[in-house]
């Protein structure tokens, strides 16, 4: 079902109660597993494909450091905006108008549901056009380019190679984008805010251009497209009236230095790992060198969601732009080698302490109990959408249908609840032909346990892996199966 209507409306209102406040002084292929029974330039560049399966093969920072400038967060707008005499919005995504007990707005995150359908993104896919194309109109001058370009972009997703999922990714990116747009074009909106958002337009279409440009892998593009769309989802807080300038300087600070970061970075995919820039390894294990982007995603992701209290959003959004900050240094090629290798150094440190921050304030959020099925699902989703095709295809490959097997996937994207017992999965193949299949929840999710292990879960699935824990604690209280790590202690 497609969701963009509520969100433009929403889109719309807070951009005038943001301007308002800031001027104020102070056919489908279906098949079922035999062995199951039971409980850029153009996006359509090279597909992002899993060949037929080959065999198995902390505390805050240090006060010394507060004042370095490579981790202080830029200038917020001087005294425009609201006062920051009071706490944070426990809502900062949801329009000043929704009353403190009515259900939260469609923010368009795909926490807590599953992917859209090809069809559903289509439709979306034209309303975010038609919208850019209006915004396009009222832009200032300088700033048409860039929406030429981001409406080019979103327009070669109409190619039957694109993915299902890196679809979404750019849709939900452009509609981020949209919101600042309308900010920009309110003349009311105060100069300093003005200049901030049209800085960030620029950078974050810049990279999506790259990123779809042909010389990045499949694999790596939907990675980074998944980035792209967690860090602007902040764009929502960002530009709303109630968000206090200091946290509103940190996420301006987060999205800019994370692309600029991605865009710079000679392999976006690894981008601020301890090691040097290298091309992804097979043969590692799916925890070494999680990518420092996919972290600050997840950071964003975290931050953006609603039930994420106000001290915890503040305080993931502090050393997060802690990192990005240093990960802009680590990939900017005006840094020197000594100073490159200094700030590796602090980046493995302070990466180090997001992660735990991650973990804090995903868990202070105000989750509900689902079902075993509908917990299941979510978490499925979400590694489906976080994890590459290939390591997918690998733990999976005792599961999957046979046909799937043959002809080889390019994208699992979708997991829907079935029963309490069984997911309906939806998985593009390599022919292009969407596929259908169930699976029984509890070899599929112990296999994607192995995938995305205990250490990597919050880093990887932001909020989503309280669904992971979840599911994890029903098979192992209900069944007295455990699920990989998911229910160990962090570092444990």
């Known amino acids: 079902m497609a969701r963009i209507s509520r969100r433009y409306v929403f889109h719309a209102a807070n951009a005038s109660l943001l301007t308002a406040a800031l001027a104020l002084p102070a056919g489908m292929t279906i098949a079922v597993p035999e062995s199951q029974s039971l409980t850029g330039g153009t996006v359509a560049a090279p597909d992002r494909t899993t060949e037929p399966p080959p065999s198995p093969p902390s505390p805050p920072s240090d006060p010394a450091d507060e004042n370095d400038e490579n981790t202080a967060p830029p200038s917020t707008p001087p005294t425009t905006g609201p006062s920051d005499s009071g706490d944070s919005p426990d809502s900062p995504t949801s329009s000043p108008s929704t009353p403190d007990d009515s259900p939260p707005p469609d923010t368009g995150e795909t926490d807590g549901q599953t992917p859209e359908e090809p069809s559903d993104l289509e439709t979306e896919s034209n309303e975010v056009t038609t919208s850019l194309d209006e915004e396009k109109e009222k832009v200032p001058e300088e700033l048409a380019p860039a929406v030429d370009t981001l409406m080019d972009i979103v327009g070669s997703l109409d190619a039957p190679e694109t993915l299902p999922q890196d679809r979404e990714g750019i849709i939900e990116s452009a509609q981020n984008l949209t919101t600042a747009l ?36 499949p694999e790596e593009r939907s990675m980074l497209i998944l980035v792209a769309k967690r860090t602007t989802s902040t764009l929502d807080i960002i530009c709303d009236p109630k968000t206090p300038q200091e946290l509103r300087g940190l996420l301006i600070s987060i999205v800019d ?34 990518p420092t982007a996919m972290l600050l995603g997840a950071s964003s992701e975290i931050t953006h969601d609603r039930r994420t209290p106000p001290k915890e959003r503040e305080q993931l959004a502090d050393i997060t732009q802690q990192v990005s900050s240093l990960l802009k240094k680590v990939t900017d090629p005006k840094t020197s080698q000594e100073e490159r290798s200094e700030a590796k150094k602090k980046l493995d440190e302070r990466t180090t302490h997001m992660k735990e921050q991650q973990e804090e304030s995903a868990s202070a959020q105000d989750r509900p109990e689902e079902s075993l099925g509908k917990a299941a699902a979510f978490c499925t989703s979400a590694i489906f959408e976080s994890a590459s095709e290939s390591s997918i295809m690998r733990g999976l490959k005792k599961l999957v249908p046979a046909q799937w097997e043959d002809e080889g996937v390019k994208d699992f994207y979708k997991a829907k609840e079935k029963s309490k017992d069984q997911l309906d999965v939806l998985a593009r193949l390599r022919n292009n032909e969407d596929a259908q299949a169930l699976f029984d929840v509890v070899p599929l999710v112990t296999a994607l346990a192995e995938i995305v292990p205990r250490d990597r879960l919050f880093g990887d699935l932001g909020g989503s892996a309280f669904y992971c824990q979840q599911t994890a604690s029903y098979l192992d209280e209900e069944f007295g199966i455990t699920v990989g790590t998911w229910l160990t202690r962090a570092g444990g």
């Open 182 to 217: 309308k900010v920009i074009n309110d003349p009311s909106t105060p100069p300093e805010l003005r200049k901030q958002l049209t800085a960030l337009v620029k950078q974050v279409t810049s990279t999506l251009k790259v990123i779809n440009g042909p010389g990045v892998s």
């Open 257 to 290: 230095d994370t692309h600029y970061a991605l865009e710079r970075s000679t392999d976006g995919a690894q981008s601020g790992s301890a090691n040097e820039s290298q091309g992804p390894d097979e043969s590692k294990s799916p925890d070494q060198d999680q």
